[in-house]
């Protein structure tokens, strides 16, 4: 296959070394790296606005006037220049700034947002208008309200406001209440709650049919499920507190029920889809009036796409996929004009595509490998191809692909190494490439869909000539074989190393079902820290254990029931066959985590204190019993089937293990993995009698950022890390900049 080099000007250049490392030469400069420059965007790369494929060869983008006004711009995929203003905010009264747009089916209206309020991580509420292209009339939707969305036919928009589903007609500005028992903490319609937000990842839980009849939509009982507060601290003379219901592995879920409303006759249908504990999914099919839904159980290793007819609440099973460990939830499922379908799967042990008759009867599986699809961009009907992206050129890398609907002519569409993400124009003929390398920061290029380069978008040459006056070491990426499995690990060392000196080696890892840190990607926040780190002596490394991802279903899933024990066995023992080589200093081993990556440097720390020497815990699980079910069962199933599990690989239950320097960390404001997490490990080490270091940010989430948090942060750990992980523990370094 034809390789692509989409930019003359950069290259890279791959040796391997006698370690069968793959390294890439860079040239470096004398300046060091502080941590205000990361911090304050200095390294920052030049992004292209999120775009909005529109129909045929068109996008648009979210832009600004230079007096701040905002404004909806088209442009051609095929020139990449701007063809019209869709709507211009100064214009538009009241409304001269918008934060967010979403055109309806034919593209003649948009839904116009701003001040939004953030729910949760992904949820929020916020003011929308109605805008039509042509009339240039604007009409208020609503105040406080949540995922406004068009009817197919465009006539109507139905949104969520306090638990409860409207519809507005806007041909006369009526409102027709759809559901009347919403209330916080309580019931909740045509929205998700925490959990469904967060693990199975969308908000909006009501789906439009395709001829604008009926609106299904999911009903959440959560009256039974226990309440978490949280005391927000804030600016007051008394804190007041957040209460949310937040379901823990093994306690009661909300009951969530499929219902469907005729808009016609204004009736709602409660629809029987048998025994499940969760409904992931609902999506409407191309045959008229049928509805996919969705049905995991409680273990989620049985899954149901069932077929529901809206007329008459009447089901059928179309498809069942069971595992013995669990089955994920994607949205990898399209409908083509015949009702056949497309869907993936990892049922021949790696993660591919499969088509279906829409009896669920199989026609054929499209891709077939040891390797792993990736990300599924769509299906050209007129083409009979579809574009999809693979690690087929190797686990750390990903590309883009076109291949027949039959199976055959498969064709690569991208560089064969490094990250590429593809983003196709709605009719799939043109696709923007963001390609990465560790050396080479992203290049968004323009393609035709049989992978011809058009054009350069942006190349971030500016950045890779800002780095060159840095002191910046290379990336070594290569495998170490930790038991039984070749492990995929990265290493970085100083700029000036010299293989006869010794050392401290900073482990970094996540190391999360399914989860990705050894990538051949541009850098992220982390790794210019880590440069700084390198710069300032020490070398840093990152290990990929087994459960992490995109090496098949044996390779992720043999975690399952067991979290976190064996991905700690296997960085303590990758951290004890790196300390071997002869320029690491065995007595100076740490490692470092956040969230899934704190409960492991915790665990590796306590577990492993032959080796390691230091960890920092930022925002760590603790005990798997107090993080919520649909996760936590996910891999472990309840904590009253799988005891062992849960407690086994808990530090609440082996502080006295502790031997080395310990900082944890935590937000008091974390929705998503609680500060009752780390509170609970400090008194076991209290009560053990153990000395460690400790920072609580008040009312900071799960990313612990605002204002000037994230500096301080990072200020705390590289001091930590300089006073404990140091071969001359009685000099003080002093922190750049």
Same mark, same amino acid.
């Given at each position: 296959?034809?390789?692509?080099?989409?930019?003359?000007?950069?290259?890279?250049?791959?040796?391997?070394?006698?370690?069968?490392?793959?390294?890439?030469?860079?040239?470096?400069?004398?300046?060091?790296?502080?941590?205000?420059?990361? *911090?304050?965007?200095?390294?920052?790369?030049?992004?292209?606005?999120?775009?909005?494929?529109?129909?045929?060869?068109?996008?648009?983008?979210?832009?600004?006037?230079?007096?701040?006004?905002?404004?909806?711009?088209?442009?051609?995929?095929?020139?990449?220049?701007?063809?019209?203003?869709?709507?211009?905010?100064?214009?538009?009264?009241?409304?001269?700034?918008?934060?967010?747009?979403?055109?309806?089916?034919?593209?003649?209206?948009?839904?116009?947002?701003?001040?939004?309020?953030?729910?949760?991580?992904?949820?929020?509420?916020?003011?929308?208008?109605?805008?039509?292209?042509?009339?240039?009339?604007?009409?208020?939707?609503?105040?406080?309200?949540?995922?406004?969305?068009?009817?197919?036919?465009?006539?109507?928009?139905?949104?969520?406001?306090?638990?409860?589903?409207?519809?507005?007609?806007?041909?006369?500005?009526?409102?027709?209440?759809?559901?009347?028992?919403?209330?916080?903490?309580?019931?909740?319609?045509?929205?998700?709650? *925490?959990?469904?937000?967060?693990?199975?990842?969308?908000?909006?839980?009501?789906?439009?049919?395709?001829?604008?009849?009926?609106?299904?939509?999911? &009903? @959440?009982?959560?009256?039974?499920?226990?309440? @978490?507060?949280?005391?927000?601290?804030?600016?007051?003379?008394?804190?007041?507190?957040?209460?949310?219901?937040?379901?823990?592995?093994?306690?009661?879920?909300?009951?969530?029920?499929?219902?469907?409303?005729?808009?016609?006759?204004?009736?709602?249908?409660?629809?029987?889809?048998?025994?499940?504990?969760?409904?992931? &999914?609902?999506?409407?099919?191309?045959?008229?009036?049928?509805?996919?839904?969705?049905?995991?159980?409680?273990?989620?290793? $049985?899954?149901?796409?069932?077929?529901?007819?809206?007329?008459?609440?009447?089901?059928?099973?179309?498809?069942?996929?069971?595992?013995?460990?669990?089955?994920?939830?994607?949205?990898?499922?399209? @409908?083509?004009?015949?009702?056949?379908?497309?869907?993936?799967?990892?049922?021949?042990?790696?993660?591919?595509?499969?088509?279906?008759?829409?009896?669920?009867?199989?026609?054929?599986?499209?891709?077939?490998?040891?390797?792993?699809?990736?990300?599924?961009?769509?299906?050209?009907?007129?083409?009979?191809?579809?574009?999809?992206?693979?690690?087929?050129?190797?686990?750390?890398?990903?590309?883009?692909?076109?291949?027949?609907?039959?199976?055959?002519?498969?064709?690569?569409?991208?560089?064969?190494?490094?990250?590429?993400?593809?983003?196709?124009?709605?009719?799939?003929?043109?696709?923007?490439?963001?390609?990465?390398?560790?050396?080479?920061?992203?290049?968004?290029?323009?393609?035709?869909?049989?992978?011809?380069?058009?054009?350069?978008?942006?190349?971030?040459?500016?950045?890779?000539?800002?780095?060159?006056?840095?002191?910046?070491?290379?990336?070594?990426?290569?495998?170490?074989?930790?038991?039984?499995?070749?492990?995929?690990?990265?290493?970085?060392?100083?700029?000036?190393?010299?293989?006869?000196?010794?050392?401290?080696?900073?482990?970094?890892?996540?190391?999360?079902?399914?989860?990705?840190?050894?990538?051949?990607?541009?850098?992220?926040?982390?790794?210019?820290?880590?440069?700084?780190?390198?710069?300032?002596?020490?070398?840093?490394?990152?290990?990929?254990?087994?459960?992490?991802?995109?090496?098949?279903?044996?390779?992720?899933?043999?975690?399952?029931?067991?979290?976190?024990?064996?991905?700690?066995?296997?960085?303590?023992?990758?951290?004890?066959?790196?300390?071997?080589?002869?320029?690491?200093?065995?007595?100076?081993?740490?490692?470092?985590?956040?969230?899934?990556?704190?409960?492991?440097?915790?665990?590796?720390?306590?577990?492993?204190?032959?080796?390691?020497?230091?960890?920092?815990?930022?925002?760590?699980?603790?005990? *798997?019993?107090?993080?919520?079910?649909?996760?936590?069962?996910?891999?472990?199933?309840?904590?009253?089937?799988?005891?062992?599990?849960?407690?086994?690989?808990?530090?609440?239950?082996?502080?006295?293990?502790?031997?080395?320097?310990?900082?944890?960390?935590?937000?008091?404001?974390?929705?998503?993995?609680?500060?009752?997490?780390?509170? &609970?490990?400090?008194?076991?080490?209290?009560?053990?009698?153990?000395?460690?270091?400790?920072?609580?940010?008040? $009312?900071?989430?799960?990313?612990?950022?605002?204002?000037?948090? &994230?500096?301080?942060?990072?200020?705390?750990?590289?001091?930590?890390?300089?006073?404990?992980?140091?071969?001359?523990?009685?000099?003080?370094?002093?922190?750049?900049?």
């Amino acid at each position: 296959m034809k390789k692509l080099f989409i930019l003359a000007t950069i290259l890279l250049f791959i040796s391997c070394d006698k370690n069968n490392t793959s390294t890439s030469s860079i040239s470096t400069g004398t300046k060091e790296i502080t941590l205000e420059e990361i *911090w304050g965007g200095e390294f920052s790369t030049d992004r292209m606005n999120a775009l909005n494929s529109m129909n045929g060869d068109y996008y648009s983008l979210l832009n600004s006037d230079d007096e701040g006004n905002s404004k909806v711009d088209k442009y051609s995929y095929k020139t990449l220049e701007k063809v019209a203003t869709i709507v211009d905010g100064k214009t538009l009264k009241g409304l001269n700034k918008f934060s967010s747009y979403s055109f309806n089916n034919d593209e003649t209206k948009l839904i116009l947002g701003k001040d939004f309020n953030p729910i949760y991580r992904h949820s929020f509420t916020g003011t929308f208008y109605a805008y039509d292209i042509a009339s240039k009339k604007l009409v208020l939707i609503g105040k406080n309200i949540q995922v406004p969305t068009f009817s197919p036919d465009s006539k109507k928009v139905a949104y969520a406001k306090d638990n409860n589903i409207y519809i507005k007609n806007l041909s006369n500005n009526s409102v027709t209440q759809v559901t009347r028992d919403g209330k916080v903490n309580s019931i909740i319609n045509g929205t998700t709650d *925490w959990v469904y937000e967060e693990e199975f990842a969308f908000v909006r839980a009501f789906e439009w049919s395709n001829d604008s009849k009926f609106i299904a939509f999911l &009903r @959440f009982d959560e009256s039974n499920v226990r309440e @978490f507060s949280m005391d927000v601290i804030g600016k007051k003379l008394y804190p007041t507190q957040h209460v949310f219901k937040y379901p823990k592995a093994g306690e009661e879920n909300a009951k969530v029920s499929l219902h469907m409303y005729n808009t016609q006759t204004r009736a709602t249908k409660k629809i029987n889809l048998g025994a499940y504990e969760y409904i992931p &999914r609902i999506k409407w099919s191309s045959a008229k009036n049928i509805l996919i839904a969705t049905t995991l159980n409680r273990h989620q290793n $049985d899954l149901n796409l069932y077929k529901v007819n809206a007329n008459n609440g009447s089901k059928q099973l179309l498809l069942n996929e069971t595992d013995k460990a669990y089955v994920d939830i994607h949205d990898n499922l399209t @409908f083509l004009n015949d009702n056949s379908f497309i869907w993936t799967s990892e049922k021949d042990g790696y993660n591919h595509i499969y088509h279906y008759d829409f009896n669920g009867n199989l026609i054929n599986q499209i891709t077939k490998g040891k390797w792993e699809v990736t990300n599924y961009y769509g299906y050209n009907k007129d083409k009979k191809t579809i574009y999809y992206q693979s690690v087929e050129n190797g686990s750390i890398n990903r590309g883009i692909y076109s291949i027949g609907l039959d199976g055959k002519n498969k064709k690569l569409l991208s560089n064969e190494d490094g990250n590429n993400r593809a983003s196709f124009s709605d009719n799939l003929n043109f696709f923007i490439n963001t390609h990465s390398t560790a050396e080479v920061p992203p290049i968004y290029s323009l393609h035709t869909a049989e992978g011809e380069m058009l054009k350069v978008i942006k190349d971030n040459a500016a950045l890779k000539e800002k780095l060159s006056d840095y002191k910046m070491s290379p990336k070594e990426f290569s495998t170490i074989s930790i038991n039984g499995e070749d492990l995929n690990m990265w290493m970085i060392k100083p700029a000036d190393f010299d293989e006869n000196k010794k050392y401290p080696m900073l482990m970094f890892q996540y190391s999360g079902p399914g989860s990705q840190q050894v990538a051949n990607r541009w850098n992220g926040t982390n790794d210019y820290w880590h440069q700084m780190l390198a710069q300032q002596g020490y070398i840093i490394a990152c290990v990929d254990p087994r459960g992490t991802g995109f090496k098949g279903r044996d390779f992720k899933k043999v975690t399952y029931m067991n979290l976190v024990k064996y991905e700690t066995e296997d960085q303590i023992a990758a951290a004890k066959k790196l300390a071997e080589r002869s320029y690491i200093d065995e007595d100076n081993v740490g490692i470092w985590g956040w969230s899934y990556g704190g409960h492991m440097s915790t665990n590796c720390l306590l577990k492993g204190s032959d080796i390691f020497s230091t960890a920092i815990a930022v925002a760590p699980v603790t005990t *798997w019993r107090f993080y919520d079910t649909v996760y936590t069962e996910r891999y472990m199933r309840t904590p009253q089937e799988n005891a062992e599990g849960y407690d086994a690989n808990s530090p609440l239950n082996y502080p006295e293990k502790l031997e080395g320097n310990y900082l944890l960390v935590h937000g008091s404001g974390d929705d998503n993995v609680h500060l009752q997490h780390t509170m &609970r490990m400090a008194e076991a080490l209290i009560q053990a009698d153990k000395q460690f270091d400790w920072a609580i940010y008040p $009312d900071r989430n799960h990313g612990i950022r605002g204002g000037n948090t &994230r500096l301080h942060l990072y200020k705390k750990m590289t001091n930590f890390i300089k006073k404990n992980l140091n071969n001359d523990k009685n000099k003080e370094l002093k922190i750049k900049g």
